[in-house]
């Protein structure tokens, strides 16, 4: 019988597969799915000591659950961080991060390119909490510089970013907050640590959403903080368990065997979207393609030098339009014109999907903020599955190629 308990110098593809807790007495070579509220103490003084500390056994699922635990040590090792702690979704985990780091007269700093939902939590829900958070340009590193306050406590990146694919200089801006006394946190749900690893490059935190490429199947909600064990362990497990903002044991399930695979999916998606950027570039309905893959990017030697070599599996691209509403309608024209490419907002998948950022991930955020970030009506976001090339090509160009003729 094989042992599961991971050796020194396993390459990262193998922790992907065998990073676990140990195998119950059962001997289960799929690692178990511990699907129960709460666990049997064998008698009151270890129910005590338990319940006194956490990290030593199992009580009650919102406190630890064996599953749980396995999903955040795979995590954990594929990004190098010493430790990493589930929740319930990415923005749960944004959350986490923002109720354990900051206070009421605490200051961040955030890219104006960020995911609409991470925009609306920082700059305002947290706003009535007493955090200010100033929001700049993506690509900008004296922005972010000449942002930075006493009182900044963090700097938080999104690279690349949802959905116009910008980057950040990730070592830059960690030797930029350090130098601050400030943490530095990049969200990697759309890199992944396939392509990309914030840890090695100088970050203290990386977020993930694991609905998205970690399954990889857009099965089920889940999300993570990798980190320090002292910032996991000590800041962010006794704020998790107190609010309640768990992972579920069947979702952490289904993400820890979609882990499995992660490797294998997203190269291959990676290779899917930098052909069908190539080909976006050459259809003259297509104004501009957004991608860090593409030599035309203006961050490519960047995305080439941090992303190991690879461009991502999501890319944009606005359709030529003369207005705003014209653009809203091409764009729209396109989207419902596929039968293969499924119209959800969600991405990761093996799955194809096409979306509308201006009206959906963007949608609720001013015009004002749209414009900053850059999602323009006439933007259409794909985030590349595993279906044939050339399947993808026939079913956009069926709307590009029913556009008017300007």
Not at 18 to 40: M, N
Not at 263 to 272: D, F, G, I, T
Not at 364 to 380: D, F, H, M, T, Y
Request: proline share 5%; charged share 15%.
């Amino acid at each position: 019988m094989t042992d599961s308990t991971p050796q020194a110098g396993w390459h990262r593809e193998t922790l992907a597969v065998r990073q676990a807790v140990p195998r119950s007495q059962y001997g289960e070579h799929s690692e178990a799915l511990y699907l129960t509220s709460s666990f049997v103490q064998p008698d009151s003084e270890t129910s005590a000591h338990n319940f006194a500390h956490p990290e030593d056994g199992y009580t009650y699922t919102r406190t630890g659950n064996p599953t749980v635990t396995s999903f955040e040590q795979r995590l954990a090792a594929l990004e190098g961080a010493e430790a990493a702690i589930a929740t319930s979704s990415g923005m749960s985990a944004i959350l986490l991060m923002a109720m354990g780091l900051l206070k009421s007269g605490d200051h961040v700093i955030c890219s104006q390119s960020m995911f609409g939902s991470t925009i609306r939590l920082m700059g305002s829900d947290m706003a009535r909490f007493g955090v200010e958070t100033t929001f700049v340009p993506q690509t900008d590193a004296a922005a972010w510089k000449a942002a930075i306050r006493p009182n900044t406590r963090l700097l938080f990146a999104e690279t690349p970013t949802n959905p116009l694919c910008d980057l950040c200089d990730i070592a830059a801006l960690a030797a930029m907050a350090h130098e601050a006394g400030a943490l530095l946190a990049v969200d990697n749900c759309f890199a992944t640590p396939v392509v990309q690893r914030p840890l090695e490059l100088g970050a203290d935190l990386v977020i993930h959403s694991g609905t998205k490429f970690l399954d990889g199947q857009g099965r089920v909600m889940a999300g993570a903080i990798c980190g320090s064990k002292e910032l996991v362990n000590n800041t962010f497990a006794p704020l998790v368990r107190a609010a309640g903002m768990v992972l579920s044991p069947f979702n952490a399930w289904v993400v820890l065997k979609g882990i499995e695979t992660l490797h294998l999916r997203v190269r291959a998606q990676c290779e899917q979207a930098l052909q069908l950027a190539r080909w976006l570039e050459q259809q003259p309905q297509v104004e501009h393609v957004y991608y860090p893959g593409l030599a035309s990017h203006p961050q490519h030697a960047l995305a080439m030098q941090q992303q190991n070599g690879l461009g991502g599996s999501v890319l944009s691209f606005t359709v030529r339009a003369s207005t705003p509403e014209q653009g809203r309608q091409r764009a729209f024209h396109v989207i419902d014109s596929t039968r293969l490419c499924s119209i959800t907002a969600n991405l990761g998948d093996v799955k194809t999907t096409i979306t509308h950022p201006a009206s959906t991930s963007h949608g609720r955020l001013s015009e004002e903020q749209r414009q900053s970030a850059g999602v323009v009506q006439g933007l259409i976001r794909i985030a590349c599955g595993l279906e044939h090339l050339e399947d993808l090509q026939a079913d956009i160009a069926r709307g590009l190629h029913s556009l008017p003729q300007d």
